[in-house]
């Protein structure tokens, strides 16, 4: 079946810091990748997505290639704001029979003024 | 300002009693989602409806009873609930449920706390 694995939490960063999260993933079909983030207290929001291979989705800074050859859809920002501190979630949703969003374990991010 | 709407965003409720959560989305979508969000678990799809018809029931348990009267309404009827069912509940939609690369769209979410 389908899965996401994400790297494990927390992260914390000082401002201005280069932020990379690790997602790779396993599918049987041919998936949609997206990143969500969920900022305290609130739902989710998409952050970006990419639905082919070499695509790359990027959105208020962040950006992440969907790589094929490594299964991996890795999250990255240049330079995080205090404001980025939220969990992020990577996601899956195949193209097979598994029309459902699967899900990451979530990557908790602390930035430090 | 999100397109899917959830209402209450904060609900307690003794584990005698019924209530409901509401959903509604302003997308113009035909898929309609309830996941839920528990501390330290991962992410747990509920329920599915494609055109208001259910689609997917993960092996939720009957205490959960959801209801999607148009593509636009969606609602979770809550009844002798158990404390370990205190989560958030995350109503979604999509365009439509076949298509991979359509982006699930979440709610704020509903805070449940059963006493």
């Known amino acids: 079946g389908d899965s996401v694995t994400q790297m494990e939490g927390p992260v914390t960063l000082s401002e201005e810091a280069f932020l990379t999260i690790n997602c790779t993933y396993t599918?049987?079909?041919?998936?949609?990748l997206f990143w969500y983030v969920q900022y305290p207290g609130e739902g989710l929001q998409l952050l970006l997505k990419a639905t082919k291979a070499d695509d790359k989705g990027s959105n208020k800074g962040f950006e992440a290639t969907y790589r094929k050859e490594t299964t991996s859809f890795h999250l990255e920002k240049g330079s995080v704001q205090v404001s980025d501190s939220a969990v992020y979630f990577c996601a899956l949703r195949d193209s097979g029979s598994a029309r459902q969003l699967t899900f990451g374990s979530g990557t908790q991010l602390t930035v430090l003024p | 300002e999100t397109g899917v709407t959830q209402t209450p965003r904060h609900l307690v409720m003794g584990m005698t009693n019924k209530k409901s959560l509401k959903c509604e989305q302003h997308l113009g979508h035909n898929a309609m989602y309830w996941y839920k969000q528990s501390a330290k678990k991962p992410l747990e799809l509920m329920f599915v409806?494609?055109?208001?018809?259910?689609?997917e029931n993960n092996s939720v348990p009957s205490r959960f009873s959801p209801e999607c009267p148009n593509s636009s309404h969606l609602f979770l009827h809550l009844h002798t609930l158990q404390p370990e069912d205190s989560a958030l509940y995350l109503c979604a939609s999509s365009q439509d449920y076949g298509y991979g690369g359509n982006t699930i769209y979440f709610g704020e979410g509903s805070w449940l706390t059963v006493v």
């Open positions: 409806y494609s055109l208001e018809e259910r689609v």
């Open positions: 599918a049987t079909g041919y998936p949609s």
